[in-house]
């Protein structure tokens, strides 16, 4: 393997691992703010409880998610300098503004939430939560529209004499429509990953709790809010899915054809359920196909035009010249399909917890225990499988139309040098995922009652 392929899967992995958290802590700060708001509300005690439980599991995510953080900064610096050179006065704009607006408003607000418990008012105190959850919402707008503008790049121009792109128009940047709809997209799938993640917890002790009435009671409540949370999520995940669709065939058609492993142009252009191809995915062996889906989903007309994969690459080489556009086909096939499959599963599992829990029923089976436990994974893998789609399927640019890939890498780094730190980060983020786990099943474990904790257990 040389630099340029080191570099890449040294960027994949620490992404990948950093945002198992980013959704998580998201997602969460929402809910821990909906408790609270409930408790202040209601007074009730078990919606205190259920707040200082599951505020718990939040900090510690939202610290991993932190720490993990910090080496994707690092990352353009050390192997894509020449990427960072290239695009860094208008890529670094919105992660500055994160790094001193976003980030800092949540990170303040956190501790004076971590802290202020029996110290400000009740509403003040609410109120910090809010501003986490809205501030963590906000961090992720700025970082998803410096990802926008690797994938349609706006409010720049390109300076010749320099080589670089210059930031022009920061309305543009902020508004590219790209964003616009991969915000709403990404917000909707950390609010299936919390809400998963909720359900399964309050899921596990009410059906080994079920005899503790008072402790039952709140269980039931964190359940069903986990549940419609995970469900109304879905239904917005497929609501936005099918808006960046049609946005994705008309900024990025090559990715669209490949998430469909479409090659010759169509109209109407079938649907591909299944798809199998030669080994490097070139071509298209046997398919099953519904007439007339992909044109609707891709430009909303069952009979629109949709560019296949072989004449797309044509057109690229007549534009920028020789050479091979066309990115793994197999891989952003199987990655868009398992997005799509696994939070379609985690949204049915959610509507049969939902069902289970009617007219104040119990589940008492194993079987229903198992596939609780096992809701949150499917969302964590959806949300891995989506990152990879949208990240492979731009190749091999690494800025659309403006950088490929392979000029984007440092180059003064050698293969011996990325390799110690993709081994030293693969061997470090193995400890921190230790540790993660077990933290989170710790206190994850804990009774109901035994989280009517103070400020110094946090």
């Given at each position: 393997m040389d630099v340029l392929d080191l570099s890449r899967w040294q960027f994949a992995a620490t992404t990948i691992y950093h945002f198992l958290f980013i959704p998580i802590s998201i997602g969460m700060a929402f809910l821990v703010a909906i408790m609270q708001t409930a408790w202040?509300?209601?007074?009730?005690?078990r919606w205190l409880k259920l707040t200082k439980f599951f505020g718990k599991l939040f900090i510690i995510n939202f610290a991993m998610g932190v720490v993990t953080g910090i080496v994707q900064e690092f990352q353009f610096g050390m192997n894509w300098s020449a990427y960072s050179s290239f695009v860094g006065d208008v890529f670094g704009a919105p992660l500055a503004i994160e790094g001193l607006a976003a980030f800092f408003l949540e990170s303040t607000f956190l501790g004076l939430w971590i802290f202020g418990w029996e110290k400000l008012p009740r509403k003040a105190h609410l109120a910090c939560i809010w501003i986490v959850a809205f501030g963590t919402a906000l961090s992720a707008y700025f970082i998803l529209v410096a990802n926008s503008f690797m994938q349609w790049p706006t409010g720049y121009t390109l300076n010749h004499k320099s080589g670089r792109v210059e930031l022009t128009d920061l309305g543009a940047l902020l508004g590219n429509k790209v964003a616009a709809i991969t915000v709403p997209h990404t917000l909707a799938a950390c609010f299936l990953t919390a809400g998963a993640l909720v359900l399964a917890v309050?899921?596990?002790?009410?059906?080994?709790?079920?005899?503790?009435?008072?402790?039952?009671?709140?269980?039931?409540s964190a359940a069903k809010l986990?549940?419609?949370t995970t469900l109304i999520a879905g239904v917005a995940l497929a609501v936005t899915g099918d808006i960046q669709g049609k946005i994705m065939t008309d900024t990025q058609p090559m990715k669209m054809a490949a998430a469909e492993a479409l090659y010759h142009t169509e109209s109407p252009a079938s649907f591909s359920i299944v798809t199998i191809g030669n080994l490097d995915g070139t071509a298209e062996i046997w398919s099953l196909r519904i007439p007339g889906l992909l044109s609707f989903l891709g430009t909303g007309d069952f009979n629109g035009v949709v560019h296949g994969i072989n004449d797309i690459n044509h057109e690229y080489q007549s534009s920028f010249g020789p050479g091979d556009y066309r990115p793994n086909i197999p891989l952003a096939y199987w990655s868009f399909r398992g997005m799509i499959g696994l939070g379609m599963a985690a949204a049915a599992l959610a509507l049969l917890a939902l069902w289970t829990l009617r007219r104040g029923r119990t589940p008492r089976r194993w079987p229903m225990l198992a596939a609780m436990i096992a809701t949150p994974l499917l969302p964590l893998a959806a949300n891995t499988a989506g990152w990879i789609?949208?990240?492979?399927?731009?190749?091999?640019?690494?800025?659309?139309k403006l950088l490929d890939t392979a000029h984007g890498v440092s180059p003064g780094v050698g293969v011996a040098e990325v390799a110690t730190s993709l081994i030293g980060f693969t061997l470090l983020y193995g400890v921190l995922a230790v540790i993660e786990v077990k933290l989170l099943l710790r206190y994850a474990r804990k009774p109901l009652a035994s989280t009517d904790i103070t400020t110094s257990d946090y």
């Open positions: 202040v509300r209601s007074g009730s005690p309050a899921m596990w002790h009410l059906m080994r709790r079920r005899d503790d009435t008072e402790s039952a009671s709140a269980w039931r986990g549940a419609i789609f949208t990240e492979t399927g731009r190749q091999p640019w690494i800025v659309f």
